[in-house]
């Protein structure tokens, strides 16, 4: 499984993003307001989610502000993380 | 002086007898024209004394108030856990001289507030000579400040919200009781400490006496891991908080400073 598809799996499922599943998120769609709806408080969630999932701990505003931009931008820095 | 300036306003301007209407109303029901009148004064002066002692802590700084905080070891023994530590508090008192006091706790405060253009009433410490005793987080920032909170949480430090009005208006409020009816409350303070494991300290400061003020903890509230989206899952918490603040201004009833209808229902903005 991609993290792509991983990261997916897990808004669905954790976020409680009801009426999607994971083939219907768009991968450059942005995560929060219009695109999948996701509020503030769902970043506090997620970035928990991602500790849980990938280890990875979002260290600062400036990640935070580029990874949390879609689950293309997430995915790319939570493998740029993992990898680099 | 300040007692004629107070009267001047109570029997002069109707919309300050207005706006304190709302809460004198339910914290003291069915008071009788005159009685309410002069609630309206208590109220007002109680304020006018806040104000005075907010211009002095600005220029002069904290040492001019002598502030006493209960409940100091409780704080620390929280703040040890390391996993930072959320106070919840509410519009009473003179929450600057509050926030001026809690730097003996250690760790550094952050306090969620939103920054308004020209409002040096609320960040008053960046125009004075000295440091500020706490650092700033704007709700209307990016994800609502949210990422900042959790890193100066994750960090050990202190983060402090007010819980008894919405910053932002993003709709995350439940509705809980407060003084016999509904209002919306925040539950932000919450979900926080459910997604790090930060306890919460509900904390109430109050003007004990000429230039001395009291800070009280209130309330720890502990908030299990939950998940999903639900807001309803934290209404047990902001009934806690509202629990609370009740007791608070039934012991300080004219130290409560939210001047405009905090009961008029809204549903919340999604």
């Not at chain 1, 307001?33 to 990875?56: N, R, T």
């Not at chain 1, 931008?73 to 680099?84: E, Q, T, V």
């Not at chain 2, 990016?142 to 960090?155: A, N, P, S, V, Y």
């Not at chain 2, 919460?200 to 309330?219: D, E, M, N, R």
Request: charge should be neutral; aromatic fraction near 10%.
């Amino acid at each position: 499984m991609t993290t792509t598809e991983k990261l997916k799996k897990i808004l669905v499922e954790e976020l409680n993003l009801e009426e999607l599943t994971p083939a219907d998120i768009d991968d450059d769609a942005p995560l929060f307001g219009e695109g999948l709806g996701l509020d503030s408080l769902d970043a506090v969630e997620l970035v928990v989610l991602i500790q849980k999932h990938f280890g990875l701990e979002i260290k600062d505003m400036d990640e935070g502000r580029t990874a949390f931009q879609s689950v293309r931008a997430l995915s790319a820095y939570i493998d740029g993380r993992l990898n680099g | 002086m300040l007692f004629f300036v107070a009267l001047y306003y109570v029997l002069f301007r109707p919309s300050i007898r207005e706006r304190s209407r709302h809460y004198l109303t339910r914290r003291f029901p069915g008071r009788p024209g005159l009685a309410r009148l002069l609630d309206t004064f208590r109220i007002s002066f109680e304020m006018g004394k806040i104000l005075v002692d907010r211009a002095v802590l600005g220029i002069l700084g904290p040492g001019e108030f002598k502030i006493s905080l209960s409940g100091r070891k409780q704080l620390q023994a929280l703040l040890a856990e390391g996993r930072g530590l959320i106070l919840v508090t509410a519009h009473v008192g003179c929450w600057q001289v509050a926030m001026s006091s809690l730097g003996a706790l250690g760790p550094p405060i952050s306090l969620l507030i939103h920054r308004e253009e020209g409002d040096v009433d609320r960040h008053f410490f960046e125009h004075g000579a000295g440091p500020a005793p706490y650092a700033t987080i704007d709700p209307a920032g990016f994800l609502g400040g949210t990422l900042e909170m959790l890193q100066r949480l994750k960090r050990g430090e202190v983060l402090c919200i007010m819980g008894d009005r919405v910053m932002g208006g993003d709709g995350s409020t439940v509705a809980v009781d407060f003084l016999g009816s509904a209002v919306r409350l925040p539950f932000s303070p919450y979900k926080l400490a459910s997604a790090t494991g930060a306890p919460v300290a509900v904390i109430f400061p109050y003007k004990s006496g000429p230039g001395s003020y009291a800070l009280q903890v209130a309330k720890i509230i502990r908030v299990p891991g939950i998940s999903g989206k639900s807001p309803e899952s934290f209404h047990p918490f902001a009934a806690q908080f509202a629990v609370a603040l009740e007791a608070f201004v039934a012991e300080h009833p004219y130290q409560f400073f939210n001047f405009f209808n905090m009961w008029e229902y809204m549903e919340p903005k999604r």
